[in-house]
């Protein structure tokens, strides 16, 4: 059935060996269930095959307005050189959103992501209007090769979590309470007024911390020219890390995925079950401006005799 079909790629993923895996079929099917060593082989092919044909998959038809991407690192399959599993999801002008990439990389290196890019631009994939992702270097050079019209979004919470790191635990607290209003400013300018009394806070005894939050901050800010109804969406990578969690659940007891095809096509596999129940965007009768092109300013749209 349908249901017990989205339940076996979570099932192997958590990791559970041939035997214990029939075992687990039989305890929900019954002691007919036809499943042995061999028909779980076929199953993982069937699924490779799935994923093959869905990595060349016309993206023509989409209207992509937010893109998210992000490295995700899981213990099991991605083999000893750390390679990272590259995530792009993007939401569409009806408030959608879809996974259209899932890519082993390594390191997130430029080469990696451009390659990732490269791929869903031959699929048709015309440019969003914002691409929201973490610190990496590599993802934003490749960007502006592939995609240079996108804006640019860092996530919050890797930033946050950055300069947290400067600092010693005692302070810690303090520093967060600040870092942590920031994005919710209602402003721009107020967002970078609150900047500001953070640096004369911490500048003289702490001022790694306050470098590496001034480092890239026009990325960190990007999400102001978009509508406020967006901003809970755009300001972090969430998107990709949430869906995610269930994975490492998974990847990081199992010790049998050895190699990088196998793991990314189940990994695709699970992502694909998790798409299903992906909640639409906040105001999605808004993703048409977007879409379109009307500008916003601190979250309001700019009427067009402003932006004139």
């Not at 069937?46 to 038809?61: G, H, I, T, V």
């Not at 490749?142 to 890797?158: F, I, K, M, T």
């Not at 096509?265 to 977007?290: C, S």
Request: charged letters at 30%; glycine letters at 6%; one cysteine or more.
């Amino acid at each position: 059935s349908k249901e017990i079909g989205e339940l076996l790629p979570e099932l192997y993923l958590h990791g559970l060996s041939k035997g214990d895996f029939e075992l687990a079929m039989r305890g929900l099917l019954g002691d007919g269930a036809p499943l042995s060593a061999a028909s779980i082989q076929r199953l993982k092919a069937r699924w490779e095959l799935e994923y093959a044909k869905w990595k060349e998959e016309d993206l023509s038809d989409f209207e992509p307005v937010y893109m998210w991407a992000d490295g995700i690192y899981v213990k099991a399959g991605l083999g000893k050189d750390k390679a990272a599993l590259l995530v792009i999801i993007v939401a569409m002008s009806d408030g959608s959103k879809k996974v259209i990439a899932v890519e082993s990389g390594y390191r997130e290196s430029k080469e990696s992501w451009a390659k990732v890019l490269r791929l869903i631009k031959e699929r048709g994939l015309r440019f969003p209007r914002l691409l929201v992702a973490d610190g990496h270097l590599g993802i934003w050079s490749a960007l502006s090769d592939v995609y240079p019209e996108v804006e640019e979004q860092r996530c919050w919470n890797h930033k946050i979590t950055n300069v947290l790191d400067q600092f010693p635990k005692r302070l810690r607290s303090e520093a967060a309470e600040l870092l942590c209003e920031m994005p919710y400013a209602p402003t721009k300018a107020e967002c970078e007024t609150m900047k500001a009394q953070f640096t004369k806070r911490f500048v003289n005894d702490y001022q790694k911390a306050v470098e590496t939050l001034d480092r890239d901050w026009e990325r960190m800010v990007t999400f102001y020219m978009f509508p406020k109804e967006h901003w809970t969406h755009i300001r972090t990578t969430n998107v990709v890390e949430s869906p995610f969690s269930t994975v490492r659940l998974r990847t990081d007891a199992a010790r049998r995925m050895r190699k990088v095809a196998n793991a990314t096509a189940l990994i695709w596999k699970v992502l694909l079950v998790v798409e299903k129940r992906f909640r639409k965007l906040n105001a999605p009768h808004i993703l048409r401006d977007v879409y379109e092109g009307v500008k916003f300013v601190d979250g309001e749209k700019v009427s067009e005799e402003k932006a004139a």
